[in-house]
């Protein structure tokens, strides 16, 4: 199921022209803002908080990476998922035990 997601999703990311975004990062919170360069040169930036799959304020999150707008989060308690942002949509990674 994970692997027909992201297939899916970078189907449609590369066929469609989308708007950039910034995706920051705090111990607990993501935030984005639109990257727009008439925003970059009047200075104005708006942050708006994503609430992401995997929130743990005692533990934080750890964006580990991204690609084609979908981003890798883990916390300790609930490990690793594949998140789409922008439709908020998620899916955890299986956990495996290497024997």
């Not at 970078?10 to 950039?20: E, G, I, P, R, V």
């Not at 040169?41 to 005692?58: I, Q, R, V």
């Not at 707008?69 to 495996?96: E, H, M, Q, T």
Request: proline share 3%; glycine share 6%.
């Amino acid at each position: 199921m994970v692997q027909t997601s992201l297939k899916l999703h970078l189907k449609h990311s590369m066929d469609t022209s989308s708007n950039l975004y910034i995706i920051i990062r705090t111990t607990s919170h993501v935030h984005y803002m639109g990257f727009d360069q008439n925003l970059v040169s009047s200075g104005c930036f708006t942050l708006k908080e994503l609430n992401h799959p995997l929130m743990c304020y005692n533990h934080g999150i750890k964006v580990l990476g991204s690609a084609n707008g979908l981003l890798c989060v883990s916390n300790v308690v609930d490990g690793i998922a594949v998140w789409n942002p922008s439709i908020r949509k998620y899916c955890v990674v299986p956990f495996c035990l290497l024997i």
